[in-house]
């Protein structure tokens, strides 16, 4: 299947991989080499195919045959990387980082810097739900347990982002936190202060056994203005008492705990999709980024907002699939400012035939 497009313009391999898949990654780079095939990829909880998710299957999206991969673990190596192509006019940026690493929000502010505005991200965290050997990054240059791979192109795309949460109760103030970590909210032990409120305010008896199981309801969020809050999700607790969530905490930033009316749910596909399509160009292509958490959030819910979406962009064009991953965290810009990683999120994007798609 990799060997038929590799005579198209559309050359370039992006790969995304359900975490079940029987794929042995370093077979899989050796023999991608041998045939010449360039590639980015990752693995994933799940994939997803239109108003289905696998486990077990793959995803691979063609890009432009001119597009270009950087694999980075720091700052330093970005920079001097990104250095050999000053001359090229940059238009859509794919980003694929490890989930739960907390150098992501670092690897991104690297991109803003030396991409900045003019460029579009999209992207998700890599990794997988179960314990295991093999790396969750592979490009040309390997299999890698860490870090981020880009893969730029000069093609347009438009893109958007929506998750339909809003403040339950707050705010809270992280007055001690390290990258990832939250370690004190209101100048106590973060878990402490958790597991107080969910038992007093809504009679939820949490503890570091059930914390995973109880904790994907109750995100928190950090307000932005104009914009919708940023999802930062508990992912789990540690033996301090430290709440480790996918993407950053700026310390003494204000948060607020977060809910999900099913009214807000509702709304997500519909609007997302206005949001991100550009409904006078023809559809080469959509990509998705959707959060596991989101989907063990939603339950049944969650295929329904997949057929939802689906349904809404084989509206403007019937013949475009809706592909992409369930991820560890999304990575969104539309090119108005700094890349975020987002939690229990959605990020869209379209490509298009018209080369002058905005």
Request: glycine residues 6%; aromatic residues 10%.
């Amino acid at each position: 299947m990799l060997e038929t497009n590799t005579s198209s313009n559309n050359a370039f391999a992006f790969i995304l991989i359900g975490e079940d898949s029987k794929i042995p990654f370093n077979e899989l780079v050796n023999s991608l080499n041998s045939k010449k095939i360039r590639f980015t990829g990752g693995v994933f909880p799940k994939i997803i195919h239109n108003n289905e998710t696998s486990s077990t299957g793959f995803v691979i999206k063609w890009l432009p045959n001119n597009a270009i991969s950087i694999y980075f673990d720091s700052s330093k190596t970005f920079s001097r990387q990104i250095s050999e192509f000053s001359n090229v006019i940059f238009s859509t940026v794919y980003v694929l980082t490890s989930g739960l690493s907390s150098d992501s929000s670092e690897h991104l502010r690297s991109l803003y810097t030396h991409l900045g505005n003019d460029v579009k991200f999209l992207g998700g965290g890599a990794g997988r739900t179960k314990k295991h050997n093999e790396g969750v990054l592979i490009s040309n240059d390997g299999v890698f347990n860490t870090g981020t791979i880009i893969t730029l192109t000069r093609n347009k795309a438009t893109i958007g982002s929506l998750h339909g949460w809003t403040k339950l109760y707050g705010p809270f103030i992280a007055t001690k936190t390290d990258k990832n970590f939250i370690k004190e909210l209101n100048w106590e032990n973060a878990f402490v202060v958790y597991q107080r409120f969910l038992k007093t305010v809504l009679n939820i008896k949490i503890n570091k056994e059930n914390f995973e199981t109880n904790a994907i309801h109750y995100p928190f969020g950090i307000y932005k203005e104009n914009s919708e809050y940023i999802i930062r999700d508990p992912m789990r607790v540690s033996e301090e008492g430290y709440l480790q969530c996918v993407g950053n905490i700026p310390e003494n930033s204000v948060i607020d705990l977060m809910t999900m009316e099913k009214e807000n749910f509702k709304s997500v596909s519909k609007n997302l999709v206005y949001q991100s399509i550009d409904a006078d160009l023809k559809i080469a292509d959509a990509l998705i980024f959707n959060c596991i958490s989101r989907a063990n959030h939603l339950n049944d819910d969650f295929y329904v907002e997949l057929s939802n979406l689906t349904e809404e962009i084989k509206t403007n064009q019937n013949k475009v699939n809706l592909e992409g991953a369930l991820s560890i965290g999304e990575i969104y810009s539309s090119g108005e400012g700094y890349p975020e990683i987002l939690n229990k999120s959605i990020v869209l994007g379209f490509s298009y035939l018209d080369k002058n798609a905005n």
